[in-house]
């Protein structure tokens, strides 16, 4: 599709879809009325500037299903990623939702060169997180063959890989990396082993990271992007190029805005990636602030999609951090240290990659003497810390004690995080 | 009876009992006993010294974690089977040990043991009332 025929497609979708919000959503119908906008003052999709920004936060205000358009009896699906402050985010899809979702993530699959000869074995964690069943459902579209492997168990993961005939992996680059190292040690000859393409996502991945993952699976990687707020998967994904993320462009309205000035930017230029859903039924949002900072290329692509290409995410306009797939926010420990007795409210968080593992360190300053009788008693608010952290942030953490004032101190914005996992071991 | 010993904690880290060591010895605070033990991040370290409250105020001062606790002191004959007699008179008395550390005098042929126990009061009354030399805190700090 020629640009301006898409453009002409996507102001369409855009009206339509501000007058659905506005009509089936008592949020948007308060926030459109108040800025006066409804779908036919959007004359042109540079209109979209004149509606207001959904957040994070206005999300999670509308706990659990007031952001829904429609009935509950029209929801088949609810999907939620893990909460900041104990609340998750909610997705929730019709049955034309689920259809088109699959249908975005097909698309992922088919550019990253997957098609209906593939066993594609999904080693994400099932459950409530949409990257497991979104690209299940995706792989299932274009024919492929699914096994529903979930996470852990690496023997059995290598196992199913050899009996099965895997040719596919879908995982977390950090689990990939960890299978590969598996893979090398199993004692099989590497022709027992027929993977040839690796779907990966939900975290972060540098450059030499996906070399070595490709270099011990014999695999060919691809990134694809989403989140729970959009539906999960199948927003963008990489094509055999790797030269950008192509976006859904007919679902998917990108925007790249100043963080500060909430204006939009000039194509190429980098800044937080705003979208908009332009045919979600169940759950729509408008202008959604991803708080990712990315790039939009209009050129068009060597391989001759026309959808416009994002860059790999560069970073954050908050300080979120992504450790084995989940989303942690300091907010969400800092919660925690500031409940606790005996430390102060000074942190660090320590980030490390070790046997291809991500792992989080939370250094926290003993300050009361009153606990120094016995190791016990420290051991026993260690581990205090540990679990509820652990239930908290559903990660496994490690709580290190450190002196009084041996931690940092910042005047300003505080940085406490350190992440060496692209830091050589 | 009671003996004040300082607790400091302690990260894991080379030269941190060097650094802490020197702020009291600069000051001149001798060090009468000492016992170190960890755990694979932090340890903590335990101090009997002449002047415990100025160490106290030191440590503290240089941002250390510290606290001042009651131990006691009893005086063995530095002979077999003598620190085992002190023992059975505290478990006869149903007295648990939290933790100890001991040391040898130099010259008159006796041994010290450092105690913590819960029931410091308690403690005290049995090992008396069996025998047990308890040494004060001035002969401790004295030394």
């Known amino acids: 599709m020629s640009r301006p025929e898409l453009e002409a497609l996507q102001l369409e979708r855009l009206k339509r879809m501000v007058n659905y919000c506005y009509e089936n959503v008592p949020f948007y119908h308060e926030r459109l009325e108040k800025a006066g906008v409804t779908g036919d003052k959007i004359k042109t999709l540079s209109d979209i500037q004149y509606i207001p920004f959904t957040t994070k936060d206005d999300i999670r205000d509308n706990y659990p299903f007031h952001m829904l358009a429609t009935p509950m009896k029209k929801i088949v699906r609810i999907h939620a990623s893990s909460g900041t402050t104990g609340k998750p985010t909610v997705g929730a899809y019709t049955r034309r939702d689920l259809d088109l979702w699959s249908d975005h993530v097909a698309r992922v699959a088919a550019a990253s060169g997957a098609c209906e000869e593939d066993i594609f074995q999904i080693s994400f964690g099932y459950g409530l997180f949409t990257g497991a069943l979104g690209l299940h459902y995706g792989l299932e579209k274009i024919g492929a063959t699914v096994i529903p492997a979930s996470s852990g168990n690496t023997a059995k993961q290598l196992m199913m890989f050899r009996d099965f005939g895997v040719t596919g992996l879908v995982a977390t680059p950090s689990y990939a990396l960890y299978l590969g190292e598996m893979v090398k040690e199993s004692g099989y000859p590497r022709d027992a082993y027929k993977l040839r393409l690796g779907l990966l996502g939900s975290e972060g991945c540098t450059e030499e990271m996906r070399e070595q993952i490709e270099k011990n699976l014999g695999i060919f990687v ?114 925690v240290l500031v409940g606790t007795k005996g430390i102060g409210p000074h942190y660090q968080l320590v980030v490390r990659r070790r046997n291809f593992m991500d792992n989080l360190e939370v250094k926290v300053e003993l300050v009361s003497a009153d606990l120094l009788e016995s190791y016990g008693e420290l051991e026993a608010l260690q581990r205090g810390l540990h679990d509820r952290l652990k239930s908290v942030l559903g990660l496994e953490t490690k709580v290190t004690l450190v002196e009084p004032k041996s931690l940092e101190r910042f005047q300003g914005k505080a940085k406490r995080i350190l992440d060496l996992r692209n830091e050589k071991e | 009876m009671q003996i004040q010993q300082l607790s400091v904690f302690v990260e894991n880290k080379s030269g941190r009992l060097a650094e802490i060591t020197e702020i009291i010895g600069k000051a001149g605070v001798d060090i009468r006993a000492i016992s170190v033990a960890d755990t694979s991040d932090f340890g903590i370290l335990r101090l009997i010294v002449d002047k415990p409250k100025e160490a106290v105020e030191l440590l503290r001062a240089a941002g250390l974690t510290v606290s001042l606790t009651s131990v006691i002191a009893i005086g063995i004959d530095d002979k077999p089977g003598e620190f085992a007699k002190a023992m059975r008179v505290l478990a006869d008395g149903n007295i648990g040990v939290e933790y100890m550390y001991a040391f040898i005098s130099c010259d008159k042929g006796k041994a010290y043991v450092l105690l913590r126990v819960l029931e410091t009061d308690k403690a005290v009354e049995c090992l008396k009332q069996n025998g047990v030399t308890l040494l004060s805190a001035e002969e401790i700090y004295g030394m």
């Open chain 1, 222 to 335: 691809t990134d694809n992007y989403g989140m729970t707020e959009l539906g999960g998967p199948g927003v963008s994904g990489e094509c055999e190029y790797r030269c950008g993320l192509h976006f859904a462009e007919d679902a998917f309205l990108p925007e790249i805005i100043d963080t500060e000035t909430g204006m939009q930017k000039a194509p190429g230029e980098s800044g937080e990636l705003v979208v908009t859903t332009l045919l979600r039924e169940g759950m729509p949002v408008l202008r959604y602030r991803t708080k990712d900072i990315t790039r939009l290329n209009y050129e068009p692509c060597r391989c001759g999609r026309t959808h416009v290409r994002m860059d790999k995410v560069t970073g954050r306009t908050d300080d979120m951090m992504i450790i084995k797939g989940v989303n942690v926010f300091p907010s969400q420990i800092e919660s």
